[in-house]
């Protein structure tokens, strides 16, 4: 008995010594980026020390007290909630038509559907800036510059996964229960109100989570396709670095503010990352 | 009562989307590839040149380093991420108080935005101020500046691809670890098996699909990497990849007509790649399970 004790305590031990060893494995940056933002630019000279002596909330206020950076982060929530919303309506839509309907030509479209998101985006980004600065024009108006084509552009990478995501959920509402509101006297609208909406809830809300997130985080698009008015935040946190150089602290500051959502969304919807990862070809 | 049109009319608001905003700015890639197109050359507009871009292509030595660099990272961050991955996941097979919030914590860094994640790194390695430099410095002597040493910077590259994927290869494991029946195992012991046994011939093949799908995934990723090696190191030497090199000839260059030829390479080989490994998945997986 005693033995069999020991070798238990001695496994909680080992497991919990790895688990921790991990845990700061994953939280040093952080701590270090946290840490970077806590301090004046004179004291980030000294010799590194993950300890922080002092609470020193000048970058965090001098970031928050700039006005283009309230608009960066305006822009980045409009864009992200914006593209969220179309996103779970237009997949919602698209998905039950595919799962209901005989469509010529279904499986290709799933198909075509993931193609839109292997491509580098790098290929891209002519032929959009392109059609952002000279296709799409009305009078003196493009695309260009604003947080309309952000949105509509982040549906290209957004969508594919959504319907892959909702495909398996939607599928897995019995297709009786469309017929019985339909013989109720329902009308599409009714069926996917009454019917659809509150089956597929948890679906639709993981949809939503995921896409803001990846619309939040995205850089390359909003980079190079935006100068002034609908810049997001990541852009800021880009542009930190190699326009203003050296201001650490503020750099610091603001990446921490980014991070804020992702550990939110960490908390609330982590059984759903894999699935939203992997096109829901990995199910937890 | 389900008429075909209701649902071209439902799918129709995703497909124009995606055509206008995916489709059509292939097509025109595909277009202006076989152009020569610079801004700022002697004549205006474009000039069909035939495969001329491909040519240039082949013996682009910055080109060729390009993909010889992103392969390598690749290669390089993923094998590390499934070994370590693997690994992590068998560890969170068993149960202990506390298992959720350790899960939690490591999922962490898989939502963080790319260019968050390179900002992090940068602030860690930054020379003057950032305490990697400083330790290596003092307890091995090394000298560390990634703007300077090329392997330097795709090492760190490749360490920051790894704390911020590992996370998401644990958990595509741990779901097919979790899917595995427990019969054929306890089976294999009872025949003598020894650990390694029945890891290479039960787990492994049960394993083999969802193995593949993070793989596949992961590649596609890794090929992508752009925002934070970006971050990291401001497309320094060593950390040129094929996306970065895009967008210095479309961008500060603009030579139009040759970053679409690029692209389209690019694009066809990420596609071969995907093929190839979509091949791995489906067919040989049924041979064997048949």
Same mark, same amino acid.
């Given at each position: ?6 070798q238990?305590i001695?496994?909680?031990l080992?497991?919990?010594g790895f ?10 940056p952080i701590?270090w980026m946290f840490?970077?933002s ?11 020390n ?11 206020s001098n970031?928050l ?13 409009l ?12 997949a919602?839509?698209a ?7 005989k ?18 985006p790098?290929?891209f980004?002519?032929?959009l800036?392109?059609?952002f600065?000279?296709?799409?024009r ?5 695309l260009?510059d ?15 996964f959504?319907?892959?995501l ?5 599928d897995?509402?019995?297709i009786?229960?469309d017929d ?12 996917l ?8 809830a948890p679906?639709?809300a ?14 390359l698009f909003a980079?190079?396709?935006t ?6 935040i990541?852009t ?11 201001n650490w ?23 759903y ?9 990995v199910?937890? | 009562?389900?008429?075909?049109? $209701?649902g071209?009319l439902?799918?129709s608001? *995703?497909?124009? +989307?995606?055509i &206008?905003?995916?489709?059509l =700015? /292939? ?9 020569e197109?610079?801004?700022f050359?002697?004549?205006d507009g474009?000039r069909?040149n ?11 030595v ?14 390089f ?5 499934v070994?370590l ?10 149960n ?11 999922t962490?860094?898989?939502m ?11 602030l860690?390695?930054?020379p003057g101020?950032?305490?990697v430099?400083?330790l290596?410095?003092?307890w091995?002597d ?5 703007? $300077? ?5 795709l090492? *760190?590259s490749? +360490?920051?691809? &790894?704390w911020?994927?590992t =996370? /998401?290869?644990?958990?595509t494991?741990?779901?097919g670890?979790?899917?595995?029946p ?7 012991k ?9 890891f ?9 699909p969802v ?5 596949f995934?992961r590649?596609m ?17 060593g950390?040129?990849?094929?996306g ?5 000839v ?6 139009y ?8 390479i690019?694009l066809?080989l990420?596609i071969?790649?995907c093929w190839?490994?979509f ?11 048949e």
């Amino acid at each position: 008995m005693r033995i069999g004790l020991r070798q238990r305590i001695a496994r909680y031990l080992t497991t919990y010594g790895f688990w921790v060893f991990m845990t700061l494995l994953t939280l040093i940056p952080i701590w270090w980026m946290f840490a970077v933002s806590m301090r004046s630019r004179v004291e980030l000279f000294a010799r590194p020390n993950l300890a922080i002596s002092r609470i020193f909330l000048e970058n965090y206020s001098n970031v928050l007290g700039d006005s283009s950076f309230q608009r960066y982060m305006s822009n980045s929530l409009l864009i992200s909630s914006a593209n969220a919303v179309l996103v779970m309506v237009l997949a919602l839509l698209a998905t039950y038509a595919l799962s209901r309907y005989k469509l010529v030509g279904k499986d290709n479209i799933f198909f075509w559907l993931i193609t839109n998101r292997m491509a580098p985006p790098a290929a891209f980004l002519l032929p959009l800036f392109l059609m952002f600065t000279r296709s799409f024009r009305i009078g003196d108006w493009t695309l260009f510059d604003t947080q309309l084509g952000l949105i509509l552009l982040y549906c290209v990478f957004n969508l594919p996964f959504a319907i892959w995501l909702l495909k398996g959920v939607i599928d897995g509402i019995p297709i009786e229960l469309d017929d019985a509101a339909m013989i109720d006297g329902a009308g599409l609208f009714g069926v996917l109100r009454h019917v659809i909406v509150p089956l597929a809830a948890p679906g639709l809300a993981v949809t939503a989570i995921l896409s803001w997130i990846f619309a939040w985080n995205e850089y390359l698009f909003a980079a190079n396709l935006t100068s002034v008015q609908a810049r997001t935040i990541t852009t800021a946190l880009a542009e930190f670095v190699t326009v203003t150089g050296t201001n650490w602290g503020e750099l610091a500051a603001m990446s921490m503010l980014t991070l804020i959502p992702s550990a939110v969304i960490v908390v609330f919807a982590q059984r759903y990352i894999v699935m939203g990862l992997t096109f829901g070809a990995v199910k937890e | 009562m389900r008429n075909p049109r $209701t649902g071209w009319l439902l799918l129709s608001p *995703t497909l124009i +989307i995606l055509i &206008v905003f995916g489709f059509l =700015p /292939f097509l025109y890639v595909l277009f202006v590839g076989f152009h020569e197109w610079n801004i700022f050359a002697a004549q205006d507009g474009m000039r069909y040149n035939g495969l001329d871009n491909f040519r240039r292509l082949v013996f682009d030595v910055d080109f060729l380093n390009s993909v010889g660099l992103t392969a390598k990272f690749a290669l390089f961050a993923i094998a590390s991420e499934v070994v370590l991955g693997f690994f992590l996941a068998q560890m969170l097979t068993r149960n202990f108080p506390g298992k959720s919030l350790f899960r939690i914590i490591h999922t962490f860094p898989l939502m963080v935005a790319p260019i968050a994640v390179g900002a992090i790194w940068r602030l860690l390695v930054i020379p003057g101020f950032g305490p990697v430099p400083f330790l290596l410095d003092r307890w091995f002597d090394i000298e560390y500046l990634i703007g $300077t040493y090329p392997d330097q910077a795709l090492l *760190t590259s490749v +360490i920051m691809d &790894v704390w911020h994927w590992t =996370p /998401f290869v644990t958990l595509t494991m741990l779901a097919g670890l979790s899917s595995i029946p427990k019969e054929p195992v306890e089976q294999a012991k009872v025949d003598g098996a020894n650990r390694f046994q029945v890891f290479w011939y039960v787990t492994l093949p049960f394993l083999r699909p969802v193995l593949l799908t993070t793989i596949f995934i992961r590649i596609m990723d890794a090929i992508r990497t752009v925002d934070e090696v970006w971050m990291l190191a401001g497309g320094g030497p060593g950390t040129r990849f094929t996306g970065i090199y895009i967008w210095r000839v479309v961008f500060p260059r603009t030579d139009y007509g040759y970053g679409s030829s690029i692209s389209i390479i690019t694009l066809y080989l990420t596609i071969v790649l995907c093929w190839l490994l979509f091949i791995g998945i489906s067919g040989q997986g049924k041979d064997e399970v048949e």
